[in-house]
């Protein structure tokens, strides 16, 4: 079983920023990868960015490519999302997420309890 706790949410005026955390608890083999969704209200969940565990790779939706920054600390399984120039339409609650391997054949899915972040314009 593998515990995520994200925090670092809150409230912010339009073109501020904020860092979310996530640190990764629990006994695994390894993680595959980390990353974070959101859901608006009255949305669809949305996928945000993601961040490879084996190598450098980062992906990023296309809504928030260029404000917003995934990265890890592999030493402490953390993941953190750097969300600059904010908006409005950013309100959401933010959802940790990672894949872990827990034996050599079964991958498995967690996710956090999430972290609100509201965009005032």
């Known amino acids: 079983q593998v515990q995520l706790a994200d925090s670092g949410g809150g409230l912010v005026q339009a073109g501020g920023s904020l860092r979310l955390s996530c640190a990764a608890s629990g006994r695994t083999l390894s993680t595959i990868s980390m990353g974070w969704f959101r859901r608006a209200p009255g949305k669809e969940h949305e996928w945000v960015a993601t961040i490879s565990w084996t190598d450098d790779r980062t992906s990023y939706a296309d809504s928030v490519n260029g404000r917003f920054t995934i990265s890890r600390d592999n030493a402490k399984n953390t993941v953190f999302l750097q969300m600059d120039s904010l908006k409005p339409e950013d309100t959401a609650i933010y959802y940790c997420?990672?894949?872990?391997?827990?034996?050599?054949?079964?991958?498995?899915?967690?996710w956090g309890q999430g972290t609100q972040v509201t965009v005032s314009s």
């Open positions: 997420t990672g894949r872990f391997r827990t034996t050599i054949q079964n991958e498995v899915r967690y």
